[in-house]
């Protein structure tokens, strides 16, 4: 309802910023947010004070410490800590106050490394994670059982949402920590101005993935929330409750790479290092359940990348090196 009191956590980073956008042009008129510098989501006591002072009727649990490979193999303690932290405090002091709604963001890194694909929610547990991202992987899993576990003793209606690769404006383009869009799209960018002749890419380009622009993905978390609770009901289970949000479709890591090159107009060659590794060979959600409960992406990947650039050359200046 516009009319209810609404709190995005983490509405500073890319996705909480898509949410509480989307949440404005839905005529939301009550919206709550808290600089990082008030509020410290990993202290329990903060969270509670935050939350208990307000009548709060929904939350959007945006808010995480996030990275690439690099940083997660780097930081696995922070990770998991953190991640933990921040979702433990904020759905407890939910409950304490008692906050009717929320809704949880995790990830697809969430599903085993080998799972069928496409992964489809009933793959949870089934089998080792990829090493890499395991700790972050076991927070989100830990927040999707927080909500289910406060909804069963409780009676709330906490949800779950799980998105796959998301990119857009406000994206990670540091050099050194960034995923593989603003990564390729910097990449790209910089070898255009210098005028390099050819770009070298990691992997053999056959490997794919998934990708969804954040304002796709924001308008799909307001309408799980909006969704009735009856209906919502009827394609999950109290202890496999969450919702794979993704786009249905993904492409080789070469397509991609060439229609960033496409976006950019960087004309040079593409070469394809197949001495490096390619990860998984496929990483695709099955969104079936996303589908049935009424939602389809609606940006293209061509569409969102040129709106990713064009926000990447107006804030080039003041992004991360």
Known sequence: MPDQNVFIAGHQGMVGSAILSCLKKREYTNLIVAERSQLDLTNQSQVQAFIGDLKIDQIYLAAAKVGGILANNSYP???????????ANIIAAAQASNVPKLLFLGSSCIYPKFA???MAEEALLGGPLEST?????IAKIAGIKLCESYNRQYGLD???VMPTNLYGPGDNFGLENSHVIPALLRRFDAAKLSGEKEIVIWGSGKQMREFLHVNDMADACVHVMEL????LAQYTQPMLSHINIGSGTDCTIRELAETIARVVGFQGKLVFDSSKPDGAPRKLLDIKRLQAIGWRANITLEDGLRTTY???????QSLRT
């Open 77 to 87: 303690a922070e990770f998991i800590y953190n991640n933990i932290m921040i979702e």
């Open 116 to 118: 069928k694909q496409p």
């Open 133 to 137: 991202n395991e700790p972050y992987a």
């Open 158 to 160: 906490y949800r779950s």
């Open 228 to 231: 009735d609770r009856d209906i």
């Open 310 to 316: 064009q926000w990447f050359l107006e804030n080039r």
